[in-house]
């Protein structure tokens, strides 16, 4: 191959890139002569202009929220806070009020409760001991102790009770109006069993309230006096003994039997007696309702009860139930009424209204109302019981 064939050498490329290069500064100088254009300065300040905007609009945002944490802290401040400081007094004074109840309880009411306790509880014992000591008489074959002249006794008593009655009658039973708002309590039951027959009917509210309605009744009772001012009255009273009155009643000729605060004032032997006869007097299926103090009740047992001085030793709704139904009596039901009022009771009506922001506070708090309300029910029961006894079919 000769020289003349030989391929000509490519272009040096280091001339190719500085052309290049030479073509890029070109380009950026005529972008920066560009800019210097009324037209370049115009389109860079409207990016300017641009990003101005953006920035104001930003500020606007942090503006709001400024104003609106500023609202907030205000509200917190003016509203929140003294809300706030106001809980905290309330729960200061609620702590202050159970720390007083708590050491009221502490300091008085459990010391005298233990107090009263253990009387009734030395007095229980003695009554065991000296149950105890005739039980083992008895055994022994023999004979009980007996007081002299106890008859003579007996009689006197009986003599000076009669002549105070009506005043007992008059201070212990309580006003007509609210023995005849207890009554009523029993008004449908009789309205659908006549003829009634009320037991120690006293001045005869009972038997006012039933003539009201229309229903045949008849009423005994032992005091004269208190008999004779229910007489005056219109009412129908037998005066005499109770037992002596029910044993001149025909067989099965009352539809129903009231004894309201009778039996607590009969002896044992005289209790049976007397149900018996109550039962021969019923009709099939007639009913007997018997109402008495509640001992139950430390406050009925321990003070009330013994108010009036006729009564006999408390009559306990267990042991009435176990005569009714020795006397052939179904019992039916047993009730409590005649609760004492709210303001005479340790719970406090309105214990439910706690503020429940401390666990802890909501928990003595809790525990308290428990203990005063158990307290309630030990010291404060209802002040009578019934029970409503049906003669089989």
């Known amino acids: 191959m000769s020289g003349d064939d030989r391929v000509a050498p490519s272009a040096d490329p280091s001339r190719d890139g500085g052309a290049e290069q030479g073509h890029g500064g070109l380009h950026r100088l005529m972008k920066a002569l560009f800019e210097l254009t009324p037209w370049g300065l115009r389109q860079r300040l409207n990016g300017f202009v641009q990003r101005f905007d953006r920035i104001e609009r930003r500020l606007d945002i942090l503006e709001d929220s400024l104003r609106s944490s500023q609202t907030e802290l205000a509200d917190v401040r003016d509203h929140r806070v003294p809300s706030a400081e106001v809980r905290l007094d309330e729960v200061e004074n609620v702590l202050g009020a159970v720390a007083g109840e708590t050491t009221r309880l502490r300091d008085d009411v459990v010391p005298a409760m233990v107090g009263r306790s253990d009387a009734l509880l030395e007095r229980l014992a003695a009554e065991i001991e000296e149950l105890g000591s005739l039980v083992e008489r008895m055994l ?39 023995i005849r708002h207890r009554l009523d309590h029993y008004l449908e039951a009789l309205r659908s069993s006549p003829p009634v027959l009320d037991l120690g009917c006293g001045r005869g509210e009972l038997l006012l309230m039933l003539r009201e ?34 044993e001149t009643i025909p067989e099965a000729s009352r539809g129903a039997v009231t004894a309201i605060h009778l039996f607590e004032h009969l002896g044992p032997q005289t209790l049976n007696a007397v149900l018996a006869e109550v039962r021969r007097v019923l009709r099939p299926g007639g009913r007997l309702i018997v109402e008495s103090p509640n001992p139950h009740s430390l406050r009925v047992g321990a003070a009330l009860y013994w108010v009036d001085p006729t009564h006999q030793r408390p009559l306990m709704p267990e042991t009435l139930e176990l005569y009714l ?23 406090d009506s309105a214990d439910n209204d706690r503020p429940d922001g401390d666990s802890e506070l909501a928990a003595l708090a809790g525990r308290i109302d428990r203990v005063a309300h158990r307290l309630d029910e030990l010291v404060n029961g209802p002040r009578d019981f019934v029970l409503w006894a049906t003669k089989p079919e």
Do not use: M, W
């Open 140 to 178: 022994r074959g023999e004979p009980l102790p007996t007081t002299v002249n106890s008859r003579i006794d007996e009689e006197k008593l009986a003599s000076a009770l009669a002549e105070v009655q009506p005043a007992l009658l008059e201070a212990f039973r309580g006003p007509e109006a609210e």
């Open 213 to 246: 309605a229309g229903v045949e009744a008849t009423g005994i009772e032992g005091d004269g006096a208190v008999a004779e001012t229910a007489r005056r009255r219109g009412l129908h009273v037998v005066e005499g003994d109770v037992l002596s009155v029910l």
């Open 325 to 347: 139904k020795a006397g052939g009596f179904q019992v039916d039901k047993r009730e409590l009424l005649h609760p004492f009022p709210a303001d005479q009771l340790f719970a």
